[in-house]
């Protein structure tokens, strides 16, 4: 009687204590399936982020240059765009997502750089899956973020880089630079940065900081324009730029939302939080300038809401709609003073400030990613130490500061003493337009 009693009541008490463990395990066994939703976002997503560079970053940065370089800058970002998809189809996806040999905290070659086993596209097939998505539509997606990163740097030697050297610049900077840090942020389980914890949602430090970096070095090495700074170089077009610069906020919703790879909650809150810093570092821009110089400027809104875009990329995953507003309008206001007075004080001619507004606001993304991420301060992580969080990101951005800062030295010296990296006097003065490609933005007559 007493073991019919022990049946009856444990029994199924044990196997109700033993479902949700095995409906885990199955679960867990059970293969990716393709999710039509999600597949449907991330092609969304992904053409949002090439509308980015061509035509949004084109506009953005040929607005802003002299009308005798115009075309010289709108083929550059289409001339790297096209080049880095090659490169990313050889080798590039593959070295940024190969993980083979790499293992949670086992730090070894393959925790900086992955390896070939995809190169070509290599196993890539129409069934191939990445989460619930294609796999193809997850290359696709990375390959726009490999095609922004180095276009972006065209805004710092902007009106006197050779396009041969460029190009030449591109690649091997793409190589590199970009695909070892994407690897070591992005590339999973024993990748350097990312078994440091280092949280980057959409690319602060992979991104931002490693081109913003790139471009001071470059400007840095291939020196001032003619005339700089006492002759006046204004922008020539700002309804160009503000065109751009309205893409660039369009398609970042890709950038960020797209990178939760789902169409989920997270990336309804990522696109939540990148309007709002947006919106507010437009704001602080504006108002510090208006404070300044007595009067708003669209090159400064257009600038401002640039800076949010970059500043809430890395948090996007993690921070609350507050923390978004307080990053968006620290942003502004540094970056402000960033592109302005530090680059007067400093004298180095960033043509169109991507290290005034994508490594500085990219830095202070990147760092205060850490407390925002936090639940105490409105954020949607797991930190709970604040101050260990925080010396984590700021070992990523220390890191991605020296290797760009480093690596891309050695190139634009390696390019400079052995092709040239600028034009001759002559050619600068008639413009890269007419001077290198024959042709002109706009017909005189």
Not at 159 to 188: C, D, N, Q
Not at 212 to 220: D, H, N, R, T, W
Not at 439 to 445: A, K, M, T, V, W
Request: glycine share 12%; aromatic share 10%; with cysteine.
């Amino acid at each position: 009687m007493r073991s019919d009693v022990i049946r009856k009541t444990l029994a199924p008490a044990l196997v109700a204590a033993l479902l949700p463990c095995g409906a885990l395990a199955q679960a867990a066994a059970a293969p990716a399936k393709l999710d039509s939703g999600d597949t449907a976002w991330m092609l969304t997503a992904t053409m949002l982020v090439l509308l980015m560079t061509i035509p949004g970053l084109a506009l953005f940065y040929g607005g802003m240059v002299r009308a005798k370089n115009l075309l010289s800058v709108l083929m550059q970002c289409f001339a790297i765009t096209a080049l880095v998809t090659v490169l990313w189809v050889v080798y590039g996806y593959s070295v940024a997502f190969d993980n083979t040999g790499m293992t949670a905290g086992t730090t070894n070659l393959h925790s900086f750089v992955g390896g070939l086993g995809h190169a070509m596209l290599a196993g890539l097939e129409p069934g191939s899956l990445y989460n619930t998505i294609p796999e193809a539509v997850f290359v696709m997606f990375q390959m726009t973020f490999a095609i922004i990163t180095p276009a972006l740097i065209v805004g710092a030697i902007a009106e006197r880089m050779k396009f041969s050297a460029l190009l030449v610049f591109t690649a091997l900077w793409f190589t590199l630079v970009y695909l070892p840090i994407a690897h070591m942020v992005w590339g999973g389980p024993g990748s350097f940065l990312g078994d440091l914890g280092v949280l980057d949602f959409a690319g602060g430090t992979v991104v931002h900081i490693n081109a913003g970096i790139a471009g001071l070095v470059g400007c840095l090495v291939i020196g001032k324009r003619r005339g700089y700074p006492s002759t006046p170089m204004p922008p020539h077009n700002l309804g160009y730029t503000l065109v751009g610069a309205s893409m660039l906020w369009l398609g970042w919703f890709g950038f960020n939302a797209g990178s939760a790879v789902a169409a989920n909650g997270s990336a309804g809150m990522a696109m939540l939080v990148t309007q709002i810093a947006t919106a507010a570092a437009a704001i602080g821009w504006t108002a510090i300038e208006w404070i300044t110089h007595r009067r708003p400027s669209v090159l400064g809104v257009a600038s401002g809401a640039v800076a949010g875009l970059v500043a809430i990329t890395p948090a996007a995953g993690t921070c609350g709609p507050g923390a978004a507003l307080v990053l968006g309008l620290v942003a502004g206001i540094v970056c402000f003073f960033c592109a302005t007075r530090l680059k007067r004080r400093f004298g180095y001619d960033d043509s169109l400030d991507v290290f005034g507004v994508h490594a500085i606001a990219g830095i202070i993304g990147a760092l205060l990613t850490g407390p925002f991420a936090a639940p105490a301060l409105g954020g949607f992580g797991t930190v709970t130490d604040l101050g260990l969080q925080l010396w984590i990101q700021f070992k990523g951005v220390a890191f991605t500061v020296v290797y760009s800062a480093v690596l891309s030295y050695v190139i634009f010296k390696g390019i400079a003493v052995t092709m040239g990296l600028r034009v001759d006097e002559e050619q600068e003065q008639v413009g890269l337009d007419i001077a290198l490609h024959e042709e002109r933005g706009y017909n005189l007559s």
